[in-house]
T-cell receptor
Framework: DAGVIQSPRHEVTEMGQEVTLRCKPI?????LFWYRQTMMRGLELLIY????????DSGMPEDRFSAKMPNASFSTLKIQPSEPRDSAVYFC??????????FGQGTRLTVV | SQQGEEDPQALSIQEGENATMNCSYK?????LQWYRQNSGRGLVHLILIRSNEREKHSGRLRVTLDTSKKSSSLLITASRAADTASYFCALSYNTDKLIFGTGTRLQVFP
């Protein structure tokens, strides 16, 4: 397996634009997590899915953020409209229940 | 808060010395995991310890868990320059939620 695959690796966009981050989890994993990492706030859990169903989105900062998991092999995190304070590294991770999580390489987002 | 608190925030040691990092938490967990992150990279899983376990080993890593004190420690023995990284504890709850701690930045000098 190629591991968790995220795209793009880097994204630079202007304030107000829509940004879509993509994630392909490891086949057979039933949980998928989206995290955001910044120097100030560390590694924050934004949302996680179990069997493609969103279980806890309490970490999503505001309505500008939305996440979907239409099937077991794909998830998106969308920011619309983007703001400079959204600049961070966004990680996707997947795991089988009660096992270790595997992380993607992350998407470094810069909003100017 | 469900987040673990790690200490120290930063640790600098010489090669060959041991490094100990601690993680404390407030609510009961299903298991606790330790991860490593090299600068600019994704997190890599190191070791998982379940709530009914007290100690686990993996190579030069030793993890302990004290559920009565709600704390865990990660010991890296005979450290190497290549161990330089940030180390995070992650708390897994019954809902399968996985919450990461604040992290310890380890610097190992050759």
């Amino acid at each position: 397996d190629a591991g968790v695959i995220q795209s793009p690796r880097h994204e630079v966009t202007e304030m107000g634009q829509e940004v879509t981050l993509r994630c392909k989890p490891i086949s057979g994993h039933n949980s998928l997590f989206w995290y955001r990492q910044t120097m100030m706030r560390g590694l924050e859990l934004l949302i996680y899915f179990n069997n493609n169903v969103p279980i806890d989105d309490s970490g999503m900062p505001e309505d500008r953020f939305s996440a979907k998991m239409p099937n077991a092999s794909f998830s998106t995190l969308k920011i619309q409209p983007s703001e400079p304070r959204d600049s961070a590294v966004y990680f996707c991770a997947s795991r089988r229940e009660a096992h270790e999580a595997f992380f993607g390489q992350g998407t470094r987002l810069t909003v100017v | 808060s469900q987040q673990g608190e790690e200490d120290p925030q930063a640790l600098s040691i010489q090669e060959g010395e041991n490094a100990t990092m601690n993680c404390s938490y407030k609510t009961s967990i299903n298991n606790l995991q330790w991860y490593r992150q090299n600068s600019g990279r994704g997190l890599v899983h190191l070791i998982l310890i379940r709530s009914n376990e007290r100690e686990k080993h993996s190579g030069r890593l030793r993890v302990t868990l004290d559920t009565s004190k709600k704390s865990s420690s990660l010991l890296i023995t005979a450290s190497r320059a290549a161990d330089t990284a940030s180390y995070f504890c992650a708390l897994s709850y019954n809902t399968d939620k996985l919450i990461f701690g604040t992290g310890t930045r380890l610097q190992v000098f050759p």
